[in-house]
T-cell receptor, first 113, second 110 residues
Framework: KQEVTQIPAALSVPEGENLVLNCSFT??????LQWFRQDPGKGLTSLLL?????REQTSGRLNASLDKSSGRSTLYIAASQPGDSATYLC????????????FGTGTLLAVQP | ETGVTQSPTHLIKTRGQQVTLRCSSQ?????VSWYQQALGQGPQFIFQ???????GRGNFPPRFSGLQFPNYSSELNVNALELDDSALYLC?????????FGPGTRLTVT
């Protein structure tokens, strides 16, 4: 059974700092991995999608890496801003018939001005 | 904006009642999934519909049921509500492996 873990559960950094969020999964047979952002009480916004054949994806100040063999992904945020404050969730698509997403419990990020 | 809308935004129900939540996804997105997110947790997969047929189900009892319609809208129905059903319910449409989530419906069962 696929399990997804995210550490740390919460992180507080001063504005301008670079930071890394971690995601690990137990079964390397994944179809893809997605990173989402969730603001309090809101839906999920897809940030980056990494296919199983890819090693990384970049969008602006965000860079996500994927190492299937070790069951790990990282989300790197450069030059953090207060507007980056949110919960960040990673999810793996197990590639089965349903393409269901299996989520971690998220990392709550607070960027202090 | 993902183009996925959900209604209502918030809902309060009493234990034992029934509820219907609605989702409208983007044109051309044939797959819709529903997730339950309890406070402080990641979303949990409830079920998925593809071209109006249930295409997979998570670990949820039969009192959770759904429908998908030809106009890319869908419903999540929950019967005999329990206190633990209080959560944010999210629908997501999919295209080329990427999931597009709606803003969610916050259900409170008292």
């Amino acid at each position: 059974k696929q399990e997804v873990t995210q550490i740390p559960a919460a992180l507080s950094v001063p504005e301008g700092e670079n930071l890394v969020l971690n995601c690990s999964f137990t079964d390397s047979a994944i179809y893809n991995l997605q990173w989402f952002r969730q603001d309090p009480g809101k839906g999920l916004t897809s940030l980056l999608l990494i296919q199983s054949s890819q090693r990384e994806q970049t969008s602006g100040r965000l860079n996500a890496s994927l190492d299937k063999s070790s069951g790990r992904s990282t989300l790197y945020i450069a030059a953090s801003q207060p507007g980056d404050s949110a919960t960040y969730l990673c999810a793996v698509d197990d590639g089965g018939a349903t393409n269901k997403l299996i989520f971690g419990t998220g990392t709550l990020l607070a960027v202090q001005p | 904006e993902t183009g996925v809308t959900q209604s209502p935004t918030h809902l309060i129900k009493t234990r034992g009642q029934q509820v219907t939540l609605r989702c409208s996804s983007q044109s051309g997105h044939n797959t819709v999934s529903w997730y339950q997110q309890a406070l402080g947790q990641g979303p949990q997969f409830i079920f998925q519909y593809y071209r109006e047929e249930e295409n997979g189900r998570g670990n949820f009892p039969p009192r959770f049921s759904g429908l998908q319609f030809p106009n890319y809208s869908s419903e999540l129905n929950v019967n005999a509500l329990e206190l633990d059903d209080s959560a944010l319910y999210l629908c997501a449409s999919s295209l080329e492996g990427r999931a597009y989530f709606g803003p969610g419906t916050r259900l409170t069962v008292t």
